[in-house]
Structures are given as structure tokens and as C-alpha cells.
């Protein structure tokens, strides 16, 4: 949108060189669960997007961290369009100690995706990765311990494909 004071290319302060505040994007997102038997469920997500020019770097899709591409850093690749996916096979084990732990859940995975700039920015690639966890929780607070492999690309943050290992906690208010 041609609004004042809107970004636009060539700008000294423009977040990338190629990038202008005047653009449109459509972005999607979706997630699907299914119970296959009593304790197991599926549950599949993607999420994508379109631009029709280069995009400032806060209107970019990121590919990498907990949503897709669990085992890279967040946003580790990133682009003007981009389509990502994900499926996970869950087991609901129930509690272990009544009042400790009142809800336990494994789980495995398979997920990544693609990025890509338009007018050839550089940023884009491809991820994918796999792994397992654990979910557990009682009352209010929940907790997830995950390993996740990096299949196809070195994580940027060791240069290898050592694996991912992401330990969470939250409380609901």
C-alpha cells in the first residue's frame, strides 16, 4: 500500500536492499488431528506463503524452531514465499503419579519446508528434520523434552547435524 512514510526500495534504512514496504502477501496456516486408535492420534500441520515482491525482513516466512524444522534455529532460513510442513504420530500414556504427573504424551515427527526470495535474495533453502519427545504435565504446568535430527542441511549454530535437544515448561494463567 503507497501509504506516507512507507518503506521503499533503495531506502538507507531498509531492513533489505531488494525489500519495499509496498507489497502483497497471502499466508496460510492449517493443522488437522486425527484419533487413529484409543491412545494413538496424528496430527498434521503446514502453514506457506505468497508475495508478489521482495519483502521487508519482518514480513519474511522463517523456517526453523519449534513450529517447522524443529532440529534448525529459529528462522534459520527465510523468504519472500515458502510452504512448510509437519506430521506427528502421538501416543497419550495417561498419568504417572496422580497429582505429580496426570498426563503423559511420546510423540515422533517428521517436518520441514521451503523459503525462497523473489528478484534471487539470499536466505532461502530448504530444512528437514525428525525426531521424538516427551510431553507431561500436571494441573497447570507443562513440560516437553525433545531430540531432533537435522536431515538435509548443517544446523548454523554448531556447522554439523548433531542433534537438537529442546527442553520447554509453561504454566497456564
Not at 524452531?65 to 532440529?71: K, L, S, V, Y
Not at 509437519?86 to 496422580?98: C, H, I, K, Q, Y
Request: overall charge neutral; charged content about 25%; glycine content about 18%.
Amino acid at each position: 500500500m503507497p501509504f506516507a512514510g512507507a518503506t521503499r526500495e533503495g531506502d538507507a534504512r531498509i531492513s533489505r536492499p531488494d525489500g519495499d514496504g509496498r507489497f502483497v502477501a497471502g499466508t496460510f496456516q492449517v493443522d488437522w488431528t486425527a484419533r487413529i486408535a484409543k491412545p494413538v492420534s496424528i496430527v498434521l500441520a503446514s502453514t506457506g506463503q505468497l508475495a508478489s515482491r521482495p519483502l521487508l525482513a519482518t514480513a519474511e516466512i522463517g523456517l526453523g524452531g519449534p513450529g517447522f524444522g524443529r532440529a534448525y534455529d529459529y528462522a534459520e532460513r527465510t523468504g519472500d514465499i515458502g510452504i512448510m510442513g509437519s506430521a506427528e504420530l502421538r501416543a497419550d500414556t495417561g498419568g504417572v503419579l496422580r497429582g505429580v504427573i496426570d498426563r503423559t504424551q511420546f510423540y515422533g515427527f517428521v517436518d520441514g519446508g521451503t523459503v525462497d526470495n523473489l528478484r534471487g535474495g539470499v536466505g532461502g533453502g530448504t530444512l528437514a528434520s525428525t525426531g521424538a519427545g516427551l510431553r507431561a504435565g500436571t494441573g497447570k504446568l507443562d513440560g516437553m523434552i525433545e531430540v531432533a535430527l537435522p536431515l538435509n542441511q548443517d544446523r548454523f549454530d554448531t556447522g554439523d547435524r548433531s542433534p537438537r535437544i529442546s527442553l520447554r515448561l509453561s504454566r497456564a494463567f
